[in-house]
């Protein structure tokens, strides 16, 4: 914090609230700068100041700030939209530049990672660097060995190249430790079933246009739910809800960090 700012503003981007809410707390008398009590959100303060909401200290922003996101299917994964409700309107932050590290298509759920690091996301999405990202799938019709093997070797989508070597794991297969890994992870729709239908977990490096819907057509058989997993070292708790979005932990900031420099 280079010159003053605002106190709701100071506020809502360390993360304590939206600036809607951080007003409310100060006119609340629930915030102290220096010591005393203040109700006026706008209040300049500068990095000198203490402050202190609900007997809390509060620090001033950090760089970059990282959220991770369990997605629910309706919203898209857009900064803006004029007609859908998007995955920022779930952020619980007014902090400027956040956006959303790639996209999930609007009836996929799952893990999604929400930042203003524009470098990691770079690194997260580069084709060169590989970055794994694991979804759980559900598609109509029985995916034969020989489906699991083109997946596996790479399938044409109708692109220049073939997709790059997946790995595929049908869920209930000889696979329990992948299994294990994500077993409390996978709490998914199961109305509307068809008669005949495949679980499985694909792993992919890449990040093409409707990537692994296009990858289990092109086996014959199409996708008809889809929620990702993990991304690199991130994985999805089991105790973050759809819809629910919390700030990544120092650690997982880190190990994220590590992962793409190799």
Known sequence: ??????????????????????????????VQVNGKLVKKPELKITEEDQVVMNGQEIHAAPEYVYYLFNKPAGCVSATEDRNDRTVMEYVPSDRKGLFPVGRLDKDTEGLLLITDDGMLAHELLAPGKHVDKTYFVRVEGNVTPEAVAKLEEGVDI????????????????????????????????RENLPEVYTELYLTIHEGKFHQVKRMMEAVGTPVIYLKRLSMGTLTLPDDLKKGECRPLTEKEVTELKESVKR
């Open 1 to 30: 914090m280079e010159k003053p700012v605002r106190l709701d503003k100071f506020l809502a981007d360390a993360g304590a609230g939206t600036r809607s809410e951080v007003k409310k707390y100060i006119q609340k008398g629930q």
């Open 158 to 189: 109708g692109e220049a190249k073939l997709t790059m070597p997946a790995k595929a794991e049908i869920v209930g297969g000889s696979f329990e430790a992948e299994a294990e890994t994500f077993s409390k992870t996978v709490r998914v729709r």
